[in-house]
């Protein structure tokens, strides 16, 4: 049941795009994205309910088709800051527990 | 205090003994969460509680590990006859209800 992160690891340079995908084979209540530095402690980035909803923080966005159980992280101009690994945390079910189940995270390199 | 906090930063312990782990959460928060991150993998949910509830213990992979939440806050996990494979960073998260959570800095297990 854990949810499936794609890719696994990109890289890019400064300025460039990316889109993380995040995809479960079990109904999602909602996706929670959060970002880890080496080293450091996961920070939340943001949250997305069922009903394909879209959120945007600064140059990150986020998307959730919730018939494909489904959910997108976009990455535009990127900046060094934006290097880390991406963790999605999915909640199951119809209602909000609370309990994540996170993916196996994506490493984002972003090279000058 | 200002966030969660989780002691010791590092422990390095004998195969066969027990260690206990503690998480103190935000002031206030109603729910804490166990993860375990091995190196280079993802979060694997450990356990939660949510205020007065049972906890959800789903996570716990062996009947070693435990977990108790005094008075509503400070929380112990306990691993009882440690393992190598057990070695990792145990994360400690707390939130307000089901709403977003703050991670602690973890504590980073070795097992010799």
């Known amino acids: 049941q854990q949810p499936v992160q794609s890719p696994q690891a990109v890289i890019l340079r400064e300025g460039e795009d990316a889109v993380i995908n995040c995809s479960s084979s079990k109904a999602l209540y909602s996706v929670h994205w959060y970002r880890q530095k080496h080293g450091e402690a996961p920070v939340f980035l943001m949250i997305l309910l069922k009903g394909g909803e879209q959120k945007g923080h600064d140059k990150i966005s986020a998307s959730f088709n919730e018939k494909k159980q489904q959910s997108s992280l976009y990455l535009t101009a990127s900046q060094l800051s934006y290097s880390g690994t991406y963790f999605c945390?999915?909640?199951?079910?119809?209602?909000?527990?609370?309990?994540?189940?996170f993916g196996q995270g994506t490493t984002l390199q972003v090279k000058p | 205090g200002a966030g969660v906090s989780q002691s010791p930063s590092n422990k390095v312990t004998e195969k066969g003994k027990d260690v206990e782990l503690r998480c103190d959460p935000i002031s206030g928060h109603t729910a804490l969460y166990w993860y375990r991150q091995s190196l280079g993998q993802g979060l694997e949910f450990l356990i939660y509680f949510q205020g007065n509830s049972a906890p959800d213990k789903s996570g716990l992979p062996s009947d070693r590990f435990s977990a108790e939440r005094t008075g509503g806050s400070v929380s112990t996990l306990t691993i009882q006859r440690t393992q190598q494979e057990d070695s990792a960073v145990y994360l400690c998260?707390?939130?307000?209800?089901?709403?977003?959570?703050?991670f602690g800095p973890g504590t980073r297990l070795t097992v010799l």
């Open positions: 998260a707390s939130s307000f209800l089901a709403g977003t959570q703050y």
């Open positions: 945390g999915t909640e199951f079910g119809s209602s909000n527990t609370g309990k994540l189940i």
